[in-house]
């Protein structure tokens, strides 16, 4: 890749809202981009297909962040302009299963990444610092869960209730830690759930898609009727970049997309669009609902109010979510070669986040 531009760094862009930053700075700006993932289950290459071996503007760093020597020397290598912060483990059931990897990933990751891009932010020239920014993407989750009227704003307590949304809201208080401390130029996100192509088949749209196309069994937490403020991963790239671009130092930024609705509904409503784009000679996709278990410490309601970025930055969300969840079942409709291939390639469907959490030996 051409190192004569600005240069960002991505991490986890191999990931689902990652790869969606990627494919907006490649068709949008002129930036050139490093993705640093690990290339964990959930990462995809494939989901960004601008991004060829020959693209003059994109690099790939397979490395994790936890791997402080590693982000040293693509530091010195690349001499970012920023970086997005987006790798992390994310699946809330998972984190259930298995808390270590959150708290490495989540909470390791990010004190390693900010331990390096300080050192490079102190070596920068005057000029270099003062354009420099770290955008540190986080979740609605470490609010916690609301009651029946309200929403989040940037200035709602923490609350979190799963290993996954505490290992986030560590994180997300190392960061104001590092910029309020040290001066590192940072600023953080908390955004709503996400949804839109190239989500990976474990979260819910995708899942139940995957599964009613199946003719397999849907299954809804508990009554499905918590609570989510839907965003689609699109504009929440064009959401990001913008904070990045025009954002202040030190501030968070909540971004949402105002489509409030439960779990139970997210699921008829896919089933629906399936009805009318992929009729089963079965009868109506609805007929495949189950309710099932519930997770444990399952938040009842998350709400966003993105009202300071619209103010602030004048950004607005292009997509509501009837429009955003059509596009959405027909993306997976016409692009069954990408998901189907996760499925062979051993992805594990079965069900997590029982509470039953493995005892893991400390590290040696």
Known sequence: MSTDRSTLFVTGGAGFIGSAVIRHLLETTDVSIVNIDKLTYASSLDSIPQAGPQSARYGL?????????????????????????????????????????????????TFTLLQEALRHWRALTPQERASFRLLHVSTDEVFGSLGAHGA???????????????????????????????????????????????????????????????????????????????????????????????????????????????????????CRLLDRLQPSNQGEHRRLISFVADRPGHDRRYAIDAAKLERDLGWRAQENFDSGLDKTVRWYLANRAWWQSILTSGYDAERRGLGLARTEPAEK
């Open 61 to 109: 760093a397979r490395t994790d962040i936890c791997d402080g020597e590693a982000l040293r020397g693509l530091f010195a290598r690349y001499r970012p302009q920023g970086v997005i912060h987006l790798a992390a483990e994310s699946h809330v059931d998972r984190s259930i299963d298995g808390p270590q990897e959150f708290i490495r990933t989540n909470i390791t990751g």
């Open 152 to 270: 989040f704003t940037e200035r709602s307590p923490y609350a979190p209730n799963s290993p996954y949304s505490a290992s986030k809201a560590a994180s997300d208080h190392l960061v104001r830690a590092w910029c309020e401390t040290y001066e590192l130029p940072c600023l953080i996100s908390n955004c709503s759930n996400n949804y839109g192509p190239y989500q990976f088949p474990e979260k819910l749209i995708p899942h139940m898609i995957i599964k009613a196309l199946a003719g397999e069994t849907l299954p809804v937490y508990g009554d499905g009727r918590q609570v989510r403020d839907w965003l689609h991963v699109e504009d929440h790239a064009r959401a990001l970049y913008t904070i990045l671009r025009h954002g202040r130092i030190g501030e968070t930024y909540n971004v949402g997309g105002r489509n409030e609705r439960t779990n139970l509904d997210v699921v008829e409503q896919v």
